[in-house]
């Protein structure tokens, strides 16, 4: 212990004294041979994600998990100073966008770098068919990921694993074989079923065809999660139609990003959504909804075009779009309206709430950030057509901003007991790169802190406690996530240390990639990950298998 002492000394010396002036919240190494924690947190204000009030406390970690909690005396390998700083359990994404990046490059630095610990992801599906789930799991945890991360299967991927891009219903023997796939999936460690219902192939699935694919995931005790038929004007039946799905499938049902995109209805439908839930969840109805906090919304330029004409894919598109006659029959519907499409347009106000932000082609690029009425107008074009040109000119999905919802509904929604906090965004391959949809939107790299920062700490549209509760406590309980989501002894050790004084999401729609400030360290399992605000390169991750899934006796419940 002398010559440890001695060596430390005369490295402060050298160091000019400095290490005694850092930072308060800094990490300073303990004596391993003495440790009997491998990380111990000191003078934190702890949340415990319950919804509590903060505890002024040492949190010591051991093995990837919490084990005790209070006064601390002995010392960690780890020594990490909270003076002043909010300690909480690591946030939740409820609705991530990371399932194809995550092979690319487990680091999720952005994620991380806005606190968020767990991400939940399958929107659109995994990134493999069903039967390759095992060995898209087994790749995540060979190569590490720096995030915990659990996925849905899409009802989609059934459909077109049997259909192809068709618009018909299935028959009997095909929805069994769609049934086998969403089998194949869940045993194989999915969440639930996923649908996003405003995108063809989609969109053509019947609510009977959905309530008999997802009955299969509701065996596997399952959740359906839904990006609903439309969140405009009809978003109340949207929300109705989910909830028949999972009641008459037996299983709980999440909306995902809930919101009102129609101006009318701003301050009256949002109203009308919660006594829908309400309801429900009276009648036992396990059902609730998850959001993110900008009044953007953003998504491919194809979703302004009705669903018929996606039928048989993306060559198909292209065909029609090059089509005069077509293209009169689609203008005329953005106006009348079309059976099964939810016309986005209309929802963000017309054309000047239509923001390009990846066209997906060099010659195109000029008009990124541009509204498609600005883009018209310096074309010569009607609004339609240029956008439309944009999709058939695009090598790959082009992507827009739709401004289209309010902060009035937003603030409701946060006010919500049931709700949680999803960023409908990926983690990126590299930090000042989009994420893995393309779309450069703020929410990728802002949207858990600006939840406390704007809406709990500034507005206080809700107690810092109470948006600490719906990024964990909340979205793990909601997910069945054993022994996450809390600070509590035996969890697991996700961490979020915050300054919330200096807590700020930086990121704006003018420059969407920019870092957050004031998430100093995280830890996932029991590892620092982020350190003083730097990626330690550390990739301690789980890979969060659902109900169904057939784990080998010896892996630990996760």
């Known amino acids: 212990?002398?010559?440890?002492?001695?060596?430390?000394?005369?490295?402060?010396?050298?160091?000019?004294?400095?290490?005694?002036?850092?930072?308060?919240?800094?990490?300073?190494?303990?004596?391993?041979?003495?440790?009997?924690?491998?990380?111990?947190?000191?003078?934190?204000?702890?949340?415990?994600?319950?919804?509590?009030?903060?505890?002024?406390?040492?949190?010591?970690?051991?093995?990837g998990r919490f084990v005790r909690i209070g006064k601390v005396a002995e010392q960690g390998r780890r020594e990490i100073d909270a003076r002043g700083k909010y300690v909480s359990p690591?946030?939740?994404?409820?609705?991530?966008?990371?399932?194809?990046?995550?092979?690319?490059?487990?680091?999720?630095?952005?994620?991380?770098?806005?606190?968020v610990t767990t991400a939940i992801g399958g929107e659109g599906g995994t990134p493999v068919p069903a039967a390759r789930i095992p060995e898209y799991f087994a790749r995540l945890e060979q190569q590490g990921i720096s995030i915990n991360f659990?996925?849905?299967?899409?009802?989609t991927q059934a459909r077109v694993a049997v259909l192809g891009q068709s618009a018909r219903a299935p028959n009997a023997d095909e929805l069994t074989r769609m049934r086998a796939i969403m089998?194949?999936?869940?045993?194989?460690?999915?969440?639930?079923?996923?649908?996003?219902?405003?995108?063809?192939?989609?969109?053509?699935?019947?609510?009977?065809?959905?309530?008999?694919?997802?009955?299969?995931?509701?065996?596997?005790?399952?959740?359906?999660?839904?990006?609903?038929?439309?969140?405009?004007?009809?978003?109340?039946?949207?929300?109705?139609?989910?909830?028949?799905?999972?009641?008459?499938?037996?299983?709980?049902?999440e909306i995902f990003h809930l919101k009102v995109a129609h101006q009318p209805g701003w301050g009256v439908l949002m109203d009308s959504v919660r006594r829908a839930v309400d309801a429900a969840r009276a009648r036992n109805v396990d059902v609730a909804a998850d959001v993110y906090v900008y009044t953007a919304g953003g998504t491919g330029l194809e979703a302004t075009i009705p669903s018929w004409a996606h039928e048989g894919g993306r060559d198909s598109l292209r065909a029609r779009l090059a089509d005069s006659t077509v293209r009169t029959r689609l203008k005329r519907e953005l106006r009348t309206g079309s059976p099964g499409w939810w016309n986005i347009v209309e929802a963000a106000g017309g054309w000047g709430g239509v923001v390009l932000v990846n066209a997906q082609n060099p010659d195109n690029a000029r008009f990124h950030t541009k509204a498609i009425a600005q883009i018209a107008k310096e074309t010569g074009k009607d609004p339609a057509d240029a956008a439309w040109d944009l999709v058939a000119q695009g090598n790959g999905r082009v992507m827009a901003v739709y401004h289209m919802m309010s902060e009035q509904d937003i603030e409701t929604a946060l006010r919500f007991p049931w709700?949680?906090?999803?960023?409908?965004?990926?983690?990126?391959?590299?930090?000042g790169v989009p994420d893995a949809t393309g779309l450069p939107h703020p929410r990728a790299f802002g949207n858990a802190v600006r939840v406390v920062s704007r809406y709990a700490r500034d507005r206080k549209v809700l107690s810092v406690e109470e948006a600490i509760r719906k990024m964990t406590s909340w979205p793990a309980t909601r997910m069945r996530l054993?022994?996450?989501?809390?600070?509590?002894?035996g969890a697991w050790a996700d961490v979020t240390i915050?300054?919330?004084?200096?807590?700020?999401?930086?990121?704006?729609?003018?420059?969407?990639?920019?870092?957050?400030?004031?998430?100093?360290?995280?830890?996932?399992?029991?590892?620092?990950?982020?350190?003083?605000?730097?990626?330690?390169?550390?990739?301690?991750?789980?890979?969060?298998?659902?109900?169904?899934?057939?784990?080998?006796s010896a892996e630990p419940p996760r």
């Open 419 to 431: 709700t949680s906090i999803g960023s409908d965004a990926g983690a990126v391959v590299e930090v």
């Open 150 to 155: 659990g996925t849905y299967f899409s009802e």
């Open 1 to 63: 212990m002398r010559r440890f002492l001695s060596r430390f000394h005369s490295r402060a010396l050298v160091a000019g004294a400095m290490l005694w002036c850092a930072p308060l919240a800094m990490i300073a190494q303990g004596n391993p041979a003495d440790s009997i924690f491998d990380v111990v947190i000191r003078n934190g204000r702890v949340l415990d994600g319950s919804g509590n009030p903060w505890i002024l406390a040492d949190v010591a970690i051991r093995n």
């Open 90 to 115: 690591g946030w939740i994404d409820m609705m991530d966008q990371s399932g194809s990046v995550l092979p690319r490059s487990g680091r999720a630095e952005n994620k991380l770098r806005m606190g």
């Open 183 to 253: 089998d194949t999936a869940m045993q194989a460690g999915a969440m639930g079923m996923t649908t996003a219902l405003i995108y063809p192939p989609s969109s053509y699935a019947t609510t009977d065809e959905l309530v008999e694919v997802a009955k299969v995931a509701a065996k596997y005790g399952g959740v359906y999660a839904s990006h609903i038929r439309g969140e405009g004007a009809e978003v109340v039946d949207a929300v109705k139609e989910a909830i028949a799905i999972g009641e008459r499938a037996g299983m709980p049902v």
């Open 498 to 552: 915050f300054d919330l004084e200096t807590l700020d999401d930086r990121a704006t729609y003018e420059k969407p990639m920019d870092l957050p400030s004031g998430i100093e360290h995280v830890l996932v399992n029991g590892v620092i990950v982020i350190e003083n605000g730097r990626h330690t390169g550390a990739t301690p991750g789980h890979v969060l298998r659902g109900p169904g899934a057939r784990r080998p």
């Open 482 to 489: 054993a022994d996450r989501g809390v600070i509590r002894e």
